[in-house]
């Protein structure tokens, strides 16, 4: 059986749907400033191969992740950028699309921006007045009551008095409470607004999940993620006010995965270690990331560095070498069928992909011993790899293209014209000519291996 373990307990439990069979599932997406960083890719990589591993157990998976496009840092950007807010939030949704494509991350099923969410917002916060949960200021600003809510702190695990303690709580006249929440900002001059009931204004951070999700999900549904940080304040905001908004239980497992470490220090621009998706794929295949952040249990830190990115594309070449020179074929029902009930008994232990990738270089190291002997049932069995390689989202591609395009992409024409020319000169038993030519492949970053079937080659590491 399928367990997760929730957030909001503590600990595993097994999975059991609202509606069998079917997983109504919400995550936290991007607030759209500035280019995603590896924090991003890990969460981005984590519910995708989540929601993968779902469908491939047979679930049919709502899955919405939605894009903040209206917050505090968003304004500042475009104001210190002399740029238009829509031209800003535009430009950096179309950059995290192309970032989430190289990583071969799947989109959402929804994807709902805040801006499309007003009217849902405002309905809820006016529900939330009504309910004796949130109170207008005088300042034009609404916010949540804390002391309403009787369980609040129960995500993190500690009580109102024992947050406050040590809190860094912004000193506010018009709160009730030190940690009561905006749900509406009175608008300031020249910033984005909307009209309400309390005035021109915007929405808060939190009441924007909440007004999303329970729009495309409903009121109550099964699984919420997102970034260990969201954890508090932001999905302990989620709870108190979509619960008090609509009376019902919100959501039945928190999933939060861990953070990045870069070079064994937590990434920050103060640092010098922050690094975005994008700067990392000019000096290494988008697969070797996706792997690096797969190879780790989603719960767990992973520790960034060039190291650690090397080992990553070592380990995805001892695949493809095992896979290059088959032929595809379909999966076989029975031909390494006892590798898919180890890979199914391990991931549905809370996704545990470490141990997953493990069953998988078990089942390479089989495909590799085969293949001497019997290339048919070794081409069985590199069907029944690439099969269960994707609901992790990696070993889908060709294996050629892959062992031969290297970090920064390969001159194809020229490298093929050269190795015909290598291969001419062999055959003239011109060596010193041959040499000369496998020198200047080298030089470009080529290593080639001659065999009875011919001449390959692959980019080095």
Known sequence: MLTIYNSLTNQ???????????????????????????????????????????????????????ITDIDDKIIKRAIENQEDINSLTERFITATHED???????????????????PHIIMMISRLITEGAAYASDNGDVYYQVNHFKEYGKLANKDVESLQVGARVEV???????????????????????PSPWGDGRPGWHIECSAM?????????????????????????????????TGEKFVNYWMHNGFVEVNKEKMSKSLGNFLTIREILQQQKPEVLRYLLVASHYRSPIHYSEDALTAAAGALERFYTALRGLPTVAVDSEVGENYEQRFIEVMDDDFNTSEGLAVLFDLCHEISRVKLTDANTAAKLAARLRHLAQPLGILQSDPDVFMQTGKHGQDVATIETLIAARNNARSNKEWVKADEFRDQLSAMGILIEDSANGTTWRAKD
């Open 172 to 194: 506010n006249e018009a709160k009730r409470h030190p940690l009561d929440f905006v749900l509406w900002k009175a608008s300031k001059i020249g910033e984005p607004s909307w």
């Open 100 to 118: 989430e494509r190289a990583l071969s991350v799947l989109p959402p099923d929804e994807e709902p921006r805040a801006t499309q969410y007003i």
């Open 12 to 66: 595993k439990e097994v999975f059991v749907p609202i509606t069998p069979g079917k997983v109504n599932m919400y995550v936290c997406g991007v607030t759209v400033y500035d280019y995603s960083h590896i924090g991003h890719a890990r969460m981005f990589v984590a519910f995708d191969f989540i929601v993968r591993y779902l469908r491939f157990r047979g679930y049919q998976v709502h899955y919405v992740r939605n």
């Open 213 to 245: 999700s329970t729009h495309c999900l409903g009121n109550h549904f099964d699984i919420h993620g997102g970034g260990h940080d969201l954890k508090f304040p932001h999905h302990e905001n989620e709870i108190a006010q979509s619960e008090a908004a």
